[in-house]
């Protein structure tokens, strides 16, 4: 499983829309999917599943709130 072209821009988007400049948001958004396709392996689940759940973590994370209970990512 891997990511695509247009995933890899519409997260580096999102990041650049939480204030990441644009190098540092390509960084954040390959480390991301990289992640979300090593998962997405480990837990026979989905690559968009995973990587929703690893979005929602940073959304909280950037609002200040803890983690949801029940996820170990």
Do not use: H
Not at 28 to 52: F, N, W, Y
């Amino acid at each position: 499983m891997q990511a695509k072209d247009t995933d890899l821009a519409r997260v580096t988007a999102l990041f650049e829309q939480m204030g990441a400049d644009r190098t540092q948001a390509g960084v954040l958004a390959k480390q991301l999917l990289k992640r979300a396709a090593q998962l997405a392996v480990e837990r026979e689940i989905t690559l968009v599943e995973s990587t929703e759940n690893l979005l929602k973590q940073v959304i909280r994370a950037r609002q200040g709130l803890p983690p949801e209970s029940g996820s170990d990512l």
